[in-house]
Nanobody, 114 residues
Framework: VQLQASGGGLVQAGGSLRLSCAAS????????MGWYRQAPGKQRELVAL???????TYADSVKGRFTISRDATKNTIDLQMKSLKPEDTAVYYC?????????WGQGTQVTVSS
């Protein structure tokens, strides 16, 4: 499985960005896809997940501001980020988990200036 992420960049606090991730290869019918992030000096953390059962999970820190969506026909997931805060600054990684293995995209930088 290959994951190609796009989006990200530099935005002022309160602004919005949209991340997209396209998955290719052997996509299992039962799986989950989502976004994680890693800020400098911190561990990688979950941001949002979308499962094949169409359930979503969000980190408490992004609830109400971020929305994850999925296009099953294209095997893509998007992360719409609104009301961005400086603490959202991190490298964001797309993730695909098929129940056995985790796959990661290359990471895309999101920087929120105050």
């Amino acid at each position: 499985v290959q994951l190609q992420a796009s989006g990200g960049g530099l935005v002022q606090a309160g602004g919005s960005l949209r991340l997209s991730c396209a998955a290719s290869g052997s996509i299992f019918s039962i799986h989950r896809m989502g976004w994680y992030r890693q800020a400098p000096g911190k561990q990688r953390e979950l941001v949002a997940l979308f499962t094949s059962e169409r359930t979503t999970t969000y980190a408490d820190s992004v609830k109400g501001r971020f929305t994850i969506s999925r296009d099953a026909t294209k095997n893509t997931i998007d992360l719409q980020m609104k009301s961005l805060k400086p603490e959202d600054t991190a490298v964001y990684y797309c993730n695909y988990y098929n129940g056995f293995l985790n796959y990661w995209g290359q990471g895309t930088q999101v920087t929120v200036s105050s």
